[in-house]
T-cell receptor, first 114, second 116 residues
Framework: TQLLEQSPQFLSIQEGENLTVYCNSS?????LQWYRQEPGEGPVLLVT?????EVKKLKRLTFQFGDARKDSSLHITAAQPGDTGLYLC??????????????FGQGTILTVHP | SAVISQKPSRDICQRGTSLTIQCQVD?????MFWYRQQPGQSLTLIAT?????????ESGFVIDKFPISRPNLTFSTLTVSNMSPEDSSIYLC?????????????FGEGSWLTVV
């Protein structure tokens, strides 16, 4: 069974601060996805990282996939109250019968105070 | 991208009854999945909905409790049978599209079930 350890579980910061969320595993993933979920809604895909060492930027969000494709991080610069939500990492192992099945981390509840 | 619609979006159900959730994708997709998200928790995969054949269930989930259908490449249903308060959850449908940059997996808005 593949596991993804996501940390921290809770993050409460002031507007303008920077933060990083981590996802770590002992397993290799073919790709890793980051989602943001707001109350009452389903997860919304932010980014997919596929290549080891890959870095992707989405405005103030920077996503990195580890060289060994076992870990990933999400860094938010100058957080804003609109960034508040549940952030989820999810690994996809496209090998064999696991094709397309996502293993989710526990989630990080981010609260950005004005 | 794929747009996924789920019905119902919310429901309050009586203990012992069953409810079927529908998932419609606006385009043909390779794979469809059903997840559960219990209050305050992350998502757990229930099963892979296989087109034209029986679904593939994850450990801890069985067909008698969560029968799934997928009659074509754009539609699937999940039934939550003989519900108890422990089944109160968000049930999410997801769809996989295979592309040159890797697999992209989309989620519906979820169906929020409360069992009383």
């Amino acid at each position: 069974t593949q596991l993804l350890e996501q940390s921290p579980q809770f993050l409460s910061i002031q507007e303008g601060e920077n933060l990083t969320v981590y996802c770590n595993s002992s397993s290799v993933f073919s790709s890793l996805q980051w989602y943001r979920q707001e109350p009452g809604e389903g997860p919304v895909l932010l980014v997919t990282v596929v290549t080891g060492g890959e870095v992707k930027k989405l405005k103030r969000l920077t996503f990195q996939f580890g060289d060994a494709r076992k870990d990933s991080s999400l860094h938010i610069t100058a957080a804003q109250p609109g960034d508040t939500g549940l952030y989820l990492c999810a690994g996809d192992n496209a090998g064999g019968t696991s094709y397309g099945k996502l293993t989710f981390g526990q989630g990080t509840i981010l609260t950005v105070h004005p | 991208s794929a747009v996924i619609s789920q019905k119902p979006s919310r429901d309050i159900c009586q203990r012992g009854t069953s409810l079927t959730i529908q998932c419609q994708v606006d385009s043909q997709v390779t794979m469809m999945f059903w997840y559960r998200q219990q209050p305050g928790q992350s998502l757990t995969l229930i099963a892979t909905a296989n087109q034209g054949s029986e679904a593939t269930y994850e450990s801890g989930f069985v067909i008698d409790k969560f029968p799934i259908s997928r009659p074509n490449l754009t539609f699937s249903t999940l039934t939550v049978s003989n519900m108890s308060p422990e089944d109160s959850s968000i049930y999410l449908c997801s769809a996989l599209n295979v592309g040159g940059s890797g697999n992209t997996i989309y989620f519906g808005e979820g169906s929020w079930l409360t069992v009383v």
